[in-house]
């Protein structure tokens, strides 16, 4: 079973940057077999898809709400995939988890998440 530790979070405001990481143990195989996923989830709504990479690291997806504000990255060798967030807006505040699937298969493993608030 992967371990996901999310950190980075914390307290911003509008218009200020972040870059979350997710430190991942425990896996089977390589990380580079995992996909990597970045979700945020507020209270009484759905999670929601906000980034994502694949196991290569060339080809990564965005919610159209953050196109060209973050970015996905990962960095197999420290077994850490990373988002950066820029231009930050209230709506994006959030809890944000990181989720990894092996091979991309399955619903994979979550982090516990960390806390992102954007206010003025």
């Known amino acids: 079973q992967v371990q996901l530790v999310e950190s980075g979070g914390g307290f911003v405001q509008p218009g200020e940057s972040l870059k979350l990481s997710c430190a991942a143990s425990?896996?089977?195989?390589?990380?580079?077999?995992?996909?990597m996923r970045w979700y945020r989830q507020t209270p009484g709504k759905e999670r929601e898809l906000v980034a994502s990479?694949?196991?290569?690291?060339?080809?990564?997806n965005y919610a159209d709400s953050v196109k060209g504000r973050f970015t996905i990255s990962r960095n197999d060798a420290r077994k850490t995939a990373f988002l950066r967030m820029n231009s930050l807006k209230p709506e994006g505040t959030a809890v944000y988890f990181c989720?990894?699937?092996?091979?991309?298969?399955?619903?994979?493993?979550w982090g516990q998440g960390t806390q992102v608030t954007v206010s003025s």
């Open positions: 990479i694949d196991m290569t690291g060339r080809n990564t």
């Open positions: 989720n990894a699937r092996y091979l991309n298969h399955g619903d994979g493993s």
């Open positions: 425990g896996f089977i195989g390589t990380f580079s077999t995992y996909v």
